[in-house]
């Protein structure tokens, strides 16, 4: 017959195990010396082990086996305690799980802080995050892929979405300081990256009559998200529009620059929170939102200040040619 311990006399055997002795173990859990050496010695009877040796000391010792199982039984008591947990909170009304979309407009400090703060705050709700572009957030909430989504597009949404604006990001062009247009010394013209590769994203998430929006070059590399854009730029493989956040890095190291291009439209996103009206945020993802919108309040209204959103760095020197 396998051994079926309670979670009882783990307890019990953690006890004795971290006070050293059975008196000391009744005293923390308010109960008899005997009934703990009773329950030790039932614990023992079920797993068929020595777990304790009593001879030869006044207290008792945890054997070889004692101290493999110690390791099983606290382990399986935190996770009872975190179901305890979990189940307080459900029956307070906290989610169980929060589906958390976030555009990759946002700074990654904003996210990194934020979702700091939530594991503190909420250690028993779990998190399914998703990185990505604007559209593909607001497809996810429509779908109810998405409980909250942090920098969806509200363009062109349908009235099951509910947004609300908390914040702002900007993207410019950029080039690495090595590429030819970082080179000209002075404002860039459209004749002057007509023939540079430029690097652009083709969202596969976009509206089918999306056009695509600064573009110039004549040559271009379509990439499949802003991650892969950025970096391709990064190594000098062209030049393109880049959340300045998300470039942040590079920017204040110099590796890359920002282009001086007034045909170029730097345009600032909007950030909204959005949720589907019919399934309004749940305490933590509230949290959330309200999180970020604090967070995103910190920084810049205008382009050109963006930077000293960021970690209060000095702003680097555009580079004339671009």
């Known amino acids: 017959m396998l051994p079926n311990p309670t979670l009882d006399q783990l307890q019990v055997f953690v006890a004795v195990a971290e006070t050293g002795s059975f008196s000391a173990a009744a005293r923390q859990l308010n109960r008899a ?8 010695g039932n614990l023992e009877a079920q797993l068929q082990l020595m777990l304790l040796e009593r001879s030869g000391s006044r207290q008792p010792v945890l054997t070889d086996a004692g101290r493999a199982i110690l390791e099983d039984a606290r382990r399986m008591l935190s996770d009872l305690d975190s179901l305890r947990a979990r189940s307080k909170a459900l029956t307070q009304g906290l989610e169980g799980e929060v589906k958390l979309g976030v555009s990759v407009m946002v700074p990654d400090q904003s996210l990194v802080g934020v979702l700091g703060r939530f594991q503190e705050t909420f250690p028993t709700v779990r998190l399914r995050l998703t990185v990505g572009s604007p559209f593909l957030l607001t497809r996810m909430l429509e779908k109810g892929q998405a409980d909250v989504g942090i920098g969806g597009s509200m363009e062109g949404v349908s009235d099951g979405l509910v947004g609300q ?10 080039a690495a300081r090595s590429h030819r247009l970082a080179q000209l010394n002075r404002p860039l013209s459209v004749a002057d990256v007509r023939d540079e590769n430029q690097i652009v994203v083709s969202d596969a998430t976009a509206p089918a009559d999306a056009k695509d929006f600064n573009v110039f070059s004549r040559r271009t590399w379509r990439v499949s998200d802003m991650a892969t854009k950025k970096q391709l730029i990064a190594g000098g493989l062209g030049w393109g529009g880049v959340p300045l956040a998300m470039i942040h890095d590079e920017l204040v190291s110099g590796a890359v620059v920002r282009l001086a291009m007034d045909a170029y439209e730097a345009i600032d996103y909007p950030i909204f929170a ?3 009206a019919a399934s309004p945020p749940g305490p933590a993802a509230k949290w959330l939102v309200e999180r970020f919108r604090e967070t995103l309040a910190n920084c810049p209204s205008s382009i050109a200040d963006v930077l000293t959103c960021m970690e209060g760095d000095e702003r680097p020197d555009v580079a004339r040619a671009g």
């Open 33 to 40: 010396q005997s009934v703990i050496s009773y329950t030790i």
């Open 165 to 174: 604006r908390i914040g702002t990001s900007f993207l410019a062009p950029v």
């Open 274 to 276: 959005a949720w589907p």
